[in-house]
């Protein structure tokens, strides 16, 4: 069984960083693409960030510049570098990962459990 176990996050003050990070547990050949999305109190989850086994990434225009999505495929793992955050970074972040290939079966898509960001003074 495939899980994704989340570290990091918590308080962070405005203008501050934080880094997640992102393990996949169980036996993986592959896993095709990993991210994060988030939830903020009364809105729906979002994307923030991917990464594709060959390194193509993609953000949310809301994060540009400031945060920065990294992976290490041998240890089947996601970073999220946040920088320069802001109170409206505030929300449960989630990890994400996409086409697992395992040696007994083909996952389409799990999710972490998610892991809180408050950014606040």
């Known amino acids: 069984q495939v899980q994704l176990v989340e570290s990091g996050g918590g308080l962070v003050q405005p203008g501050g960083s934080s880094r997640l990070s992102c393990a996949a547990s169980?036996?993986?050949?592959?896993?095709?693409?990993m991210g994060w999305y988030r939830q903020a109190p009364g809105k729906q989850r979002e994307l923030v960030a991917h990464?594709?086994?060959?390194?193509?990434?993609d953000y949310a225009d809301s994060v540009k510049g400031r945060f920065t999505i990294s992976r290490d495929n041998a240890k089947n793992t996601v970073y999220l570098q946040m920088n320069s955050l802001k109170p409206e970074d505030t929300a449960v972040y989630y990890c994400?990962?996409?086409?697992?290939?395992?040696?007994?079966?083909?996952?389409?898509?799990?999710w972490g459990q998610g892991t809180l960001v408050t950014v606040s003074s």
């Open positions: 994400n990962a996409r086409e697992i290939n395992t040696p007994t079966r083909f996952l389409p898509e799990v």
């Open positions: 990464i594709t086994s060959g390194g193509s990434t």
């Open positions: 169980g036996t993986i050949f592959s896993i095709t693409a």
